[in-house]
C-alpha cells in the first residue's frame, strides 16, 4: 500500500533541460530537434536520489512529462540509465501536440487520481504546471535545473 503518490516533472526537474529548453521556447517548436537532443540531457542526481529514496518509502512515484510518446523507449532507456526508480512513466499522447505542457499535464493527473486518489506531492519547473497542481490541491514545488 503506497503512502502517497508524488509526481516528478522529467525536464528541468530530474533531468537539467538547459540544452532541450530550446527547442520547445521558439514557436513552433522544434520537436525534432528537442527529441534528438533529450536522450543526452544531464541528470540532476539530487533529485534521482530524491526519487528513488521515496520510491523505496513505499511512496507511489510518478513521472509526468509533456515529451512525446514517441520517444517513450530513449526516454524509459534514459531513467534506466541514471537509475531512476519509479512506479509509472506518463507522457503526452502525440494526438495532444498541441496542447498547452498544463492541459497535458492536467489530462495525466485528472487519471492518476482516478486510479489512484489525489498525490501528495508534485516537482515541477514550469510555473504554469505548478498553478495547475495548486488548483487541484496539490502541494506543488518548483525547482529549475538548467
Ligand atoms: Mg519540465
Known sequence: MS????????????????????FVDI???DYAGFNSAAPHARPVPEMLAFAKAMHRQDYRV?????????????????????????????MRSPAAENDT????????????IEL?????????????NIKMYE???????RVQYD
Do not use: Q
Not at 510518478?62 to 506518463?90: C, N, P, Q
Not at 489512484?116 to 504554469?128: I, K, M, Q
Open 3 to 22: 503512502k502517497g503518490t508524488i509526481i516528478f516533472d522529467l525536464d528541468g526537474v530530474l533531468a537539467r533541460d538547459g540544452e532541450t529548453r530550446p
Open 27 to 29: 514557436r513552433p517548436p
Open 62 to 90: 510518478a513521472v509526468f512529462t509533456a515529451r512525446s510518446s514517441d520517444i517513450f523507449h530513449s526516454t524509459r532507456a534514459w531513467l534506466d540509465k541514471w537509475g531512476m526508480e519509479f512506479a509509472t512513466l506518463y
Open 101 to 112: 505542457p498544463a492541459k497535458a499535464k492536467k489530462d495525466m493527473l485528472e487519471a492518476e
Open 116 to 128: 489512484f486518489g489525489v498525490p501528495a506531492l508534485a516537482f515541477d519547473n514550469e510555473d504554469e
Open 135 to 141: 488548483a487541484r490541491g496539490i502541494t506543488a514545488l
